[in-house]
């Protein structure tokens, strides 16, 4: 169980001292938004490099841009940890997510919210992490979908079908009230922006975010108990 705060909800004036403040965080996400796949402007390469150079965390960048086969590929090579780039921008992903883990990254494939995992199950090997979006992506602050439970809780059943180590990061909405559902249905990654950097302790609430799923009830309890 990983806990990897969005510094979508940080402070850009001070994002060297804002990371400070999250020791105890996993990794930092960092979201790359191009104004055309998304409705919102935030960063690119420059200030990933920049917060790369202020932190030791190991860096998760989220690219929600067009052409991600021809931008992604420039991300990994600023050494960052993770690379997730959307499925729905990405007309080869299979070429992409090899390309990626060819120059040292983890390849990570993004969905939006309607976006359907199925099609993509035979394709799970080709990739070290899903990032299921629980909220429409683009702005931080929205509220959870619980509607993405049931696809979290089918993308780790594919998982384990293909026998894969897969990782299931969750974005959007995540906070003390909806975390335990996420890690109850299958995640283990989990973003949260809001919930950490608007709180007055934004590593005492990632501690907290750690301990709500220390030891969540396992996927298959929670579907015999109905709850996805």
């Not at 990794?27 to 932190?55: K, S, W, Y």
């Not at 007309?91 to 990254?105: I, K, S």
């Not at 059943?157 to 906070?175: F, M, P, R, W």
Request: glycine share 8%; with cysteine; charged share 20%.
């Amino acid at each position: 169980m990983k806990i990897t705060p969005s510094i979508l909800s940080a402070d850009f004036a001070r994002l060297a001292d804002e990371i400070a403040r999250i020791p105890s965080a996993d990794g930092v996400h960092v979201d790359v938004m191009d104004n055309h796949f998304v409705p919102n402007l935030t960063i690119g390469r420059p200030v990933v490099e920049a917060v790369m150079a202020a932190t030791d965390h190991p860096i998760d960048v989220h690219l929600m841009i067009e052409n991600a086969d021809r931008w992604a590929p420039e991300y990994a090579e600023t050494g960052a940890k993770t690379i997730t780039f959307h499925v729905e921008a990405s007309q080869a992903p299979v070429r992409l997510a090899r390309e990626l883990r060819h120059l040292g990254a983890r390849a990570s494939l993004g969905l939006r919210p309607a976006t359907s995992i199925e099609p993509y199950g035979d394709l799970l090997p080709e990739f070290d992490q899903i990032l299921i979006m629980t909220v429409e992506p683009g702005f931080g602050g929205q509220t959870f979908l619980d509607s993405m439970l049931p696809k979290i809780a089918r993308t780790r059943a594919l998982a384990q079908k293909h026998g894969v180590n897969l990782a299931i990061q969750v974005d959007g909405g995540v906070s003390l009230e909806t975390i335990e559902r996420c890690a109850q249905a299958g995640a283990d990654v989990f973003v949260a922006g809001s919930a950490v950097f608007t709180s007055d302790d934004p590593d005492a609430m990632v501690r907290a975010l750690a301990q709500a799923v220390a030891a969540p009830a396992s996927l298959g309890q929670v579907l015999l108990e109905g709850g996805c």
